[in-house]
């Protein structure tokens, strides 16, 4: 089973500046995700975020590592004691550079120092859902631009998308 929303996103957030480890709450919240995760087998990334503070007077240099050591952090609780498999699981970190409110009070600095876990869709399992529905809707070479039929460009769609013949197949006169 996969999941085909734009993407699904569960969230653990930080009461300090500066921390990193999982709390006990986040547990809670990360174990039930955990369970969710199971049903599924998409590939997730494990975002890592903070707020706009600088990390000066913790064990951090820049809000960089910050975020990069939340993120993983969430990803080893995801291994190493839920179970999530590790091939299915990346990590990013992205400091302060994609904040979900504005950080000018407490409380929104306190809801940007999250973790995201975001699921993948392969968009190649979309195309070959739309490409099981009928033969006319596959989409042809122009539809995908100039150049991709010219043998010195690069390949960008496989051959065999490219020489599907969307008129119906004539049937063989009866002997």
Request: negative net charge; proline residues 7%.
């Amino acid at each position: 089973m996969a999941i085909s929303d734009e993407k699904y996103v569960a969230l653990t957030t930080y009461r300090r500046n500066g921390e990193a480890k999982v709390l006990p709450d986040g547990v809670v919240v990360l174990t039930t995700v955990a369970e969710v995760l199971s049903a599924v087998d998409n590939l997730l990334v494990i975002e890592g975020h903070t707020d706009d503070l600088p990390t000066s007077g913790t064990e951090w240099p820049t809000n960089w590592e910050l975020s990069t050591n939340r993120a993983t952090n969430v990803l080893r609780f995801l291994t190493e004691v839920a179970g999530v498999a590790p091939v299915r699981l990346s990590a990013a970190g992205y400091a302060d550079t994609r904040p979900r409110v504005s950080n000018a009070t407490a409380e929104g600095r306190a809801e940007n120092r999250r973790v995201e876990v975001v699921l993948i869709v392969d968009p190649f399992q979309e195309q070959t859902v739309a490409l099981e529905t009928t033969a006319s809707e596959v989409p042809q070479a122009a539809d995908f631009g100039a150049g991709i039929t010219d043998p010195a460009a690069p390949e960008i769609v496989p051959d065999n998308l490219l020489d599907v013949d969307p008129a119906p197949v004539a049937e063989e006169p009866e002997s």
